[in-house]
C-alpha cells in the first residue's frame, strides 16, 4: 500500500492495519516516509535509520515509489531547456534514493510535468521522451531499480500517455529493461476500458513493472474485491511477479479506511490464490 492514504503522524498505526491484513510491502512517498528529514530525497542516516526500523517491526519492506519529482521547481518533461534540466535532475535524485535504499520499482506519473505544449508535434514529444527515458532507464539499471510508466487519464491535467495503450506503446519505443509499465486500474475505470482487462493481461504481462490498485480520484481502492480478484488471477496466470499496491488519497474515515482496504486488497488475493509473498529484507547501501 501506498503512503499517500495516511499522515506521517499516523504512520505506525497504518504500518499495524497493513500488518493485520498480511501486506507486506510498502509503497513510498518520500517527502512522507522520511518527513522528519530536512531532504527527504536525501535523508539523514537518524531519520533513515527510525523509517526503516519502524516498517521493519511490521514486517514490511520498501517495493516501491512514486511523487518522483516532489519539490522540483519548474520541471518539465518537454519545457525550455532549464525545464527539461530540472526535469532529469529530479528524475536521477529519485533513482539515487531508490539505489540507496534498494527500492526496486519507481513510478513516473507527474501528469502537469509532461504536458506536452502547444507547437510540439506528438511524434517529436514521443522521440524527445523516448530518448530521455533510454538514459534514464540505464541510469536505473545501473542503480538496481526500474522505471514504471504510468498512463495518467486527460482528467488529471495531462494530454501525453493518457491511456494504458499509449503508455504500452511508449514502453516499448524507449525498447530498455529498465523501463517498464505500470498498471494503474484506476486510469482503467476512468477511461472506460477496465472490463478488456483480463484478455489483455497476457501480453502486457511481459513488460509490466508494477501495479497500482486504484479507482478514480484515487477514491478508496479497491471499491469491488471480485473484479480485483479477477484482475490478481490473470496476473498470476500470466507469470507476473511483481508488487501489487494500493494507491488512495487519505480517506475521510481515516485509518479505520485504510485498514477495511488493506483487508479486501488481501481477501481478492486469497479468492484469487494468488500468495502474499514474504519478501527479503533488502541491502541498503547505508541507512
Not at 485504510?258 to 479486501?264: D, H, I, L, S, T
Request: charged share 15%.
Amino acid at each position: 500500500m501506498s503512503n499517500i492514504a495516511w499522515l506521517p503522524a499516523e504512520r505506525l498505526a497504518a504500518y499495524e492495519c497493513l500488518a493485520a491484513a498480511g501486506l507486506t510491502g510498502l509503497e513510498i512517498a518520500p517527502g512522507l516516509f522520511f518527513h522528519a528529514a530536512e531532504d527527504p530525497f536525501r535523508p539523514d542516516s537518524q531519520s533513515a535509520r527510525t523509517a526503516l526500523a519502524e516498517i521493519a517491526a511490521a514486517g514490511l519492506t520498501l517495493v516501491s515509489m512514486q511523487s518522483l519529482l516532489f519539490g522540483v521547481a519548474g520541471a518539465s518533461l518537454f519545457g525550455p531547456p532549464k525545464a527539461r534540466a530540472a526535469f532529469k535532475a529530479g528524475m536521477i535524485r529519485a533513482i539515487e534514493l531508490a539505489e540507496r535504499f534498494a527500492i526496486p520499482n519507481l513510478v513516473f506519473g507527474a501528469p502537469t510535468q509532461r504536458r506536452v505544449p502547444e507547437g510540439l508535434a506528438p511524434d517529436a514529444a514521443l522521440g524527445e521522451a523516448a530518448a530521455l527515458f533510454a538514459d534514464l532507464g540505464a541510469r536505473a539499471a545501473a542503480a538496481g531499480t526500474r522505471l514504471a510508466i504510468e498512463a495518467n487519464p486527460a482528467a488529471y491535467g495531462t494530454n501525453f500517455l493518457t491511456s494504458l495503450a499509449e503508455a504500452e506503446a511508449f514502453v516499448a519505443l524507449v525498447d530498455h529493461p529498465a523501463v517498464t509499465l505500470n498498471l494503474d486500474l484506476g486510469e482503467l475505470h476512468m477511461n472506460g476500458s477496465f472490463a478488456a482487462l483480463p484478455g489483455r493481461l497476457p501480453r502486457l504481462a511481459a513488460r509490466l513493472g508494477h501495479v497500482h490498485v486504484s479507482e478514480p480520484e484515487l477514491a478508496p481502492a479497491p471499491a469491488d474485491a471480485a473484479a480485483l480478484a479477477e484482475v490478481l488471477r490473470g496476473l498470476g496466470a500470466a507469470g507476473y511477479g511483481a508488487a501489487v499496491s494500493i494507491e488512495m488519497r487519505r480517506p475521510q474515515g481515516g485509518l479505520a479506511e485504510v485498514g477495511r482496504m488493506a483487508e479486501r486488497l488481501a481477501a481478492a488475493a486469497r479468492a484469487a490464490a494468488v500468495p502474499i509473498p514474504t519478501p527479503l529484507a533488502p541491502e541498503h547501501r547505508d541507512a
